[in-house]
């Protein structure tokens, strides 16, 4: 399983971005697949998931603002990210859990991309 991240960069405060995760060697209908983001001193923080039935959830911070999404066609999973903060900076990762059922805890995926860097500035 390979996962990489692109579309990071710098935005201003009300901005957009779209974060994409390239999956290869994943079944999607069985794994919940999310995005998590990280910033220097501070614990690595759910952001949203997409669980194996299609069902999504999202952190209070961002619900009604970003939005995850998943291309099964193109192996592509999504983060649109609306109205952005300057609290959203950070490093940015998709992830891939080992169970259908999405969870907060990191230690239930098991694979991780490269992460991908988002600057909100005010």
């Known amino acids: 399983v390979q996962l990489a991240e692109s579309g990071g960069g710098s935005v201003q405060a009300g901005g957009s971005l779209r974060l994409s995760c390239s999956v290869s060697g994943y079944t999607y209908n069985r794994h919940c697949m999310g995005w998590f983001r990280q910033v220097p001193g501070k614990d690595r923080e759910g952001v949203a998931s997409i669980d194996s039935g299609g069902g999504t959830t999202y952190a209070d911070s961002v619900k009604g603002r970003f939005t995850i999404s998943l291309d099964a066609g193109k192996n592509i999973l999504y983060l649109q990210m609306n109205r952005m903060k300057p609290e959203d900076t950070a490093m940015y990762y998709c992830?891939?859990?080992?169970?259908?059922?999405?969870?907060?805890?990191?230690?239930?995926?098991?694979?991780w991309g490269q992460g991908t860097q988002v600057t909100v500035s005010s």
């Open positions: 992830a891939a859990s080992r169970f259908g059922d999405c969870s907060w805890d990191a230690s239930t995926y098991s694979r």
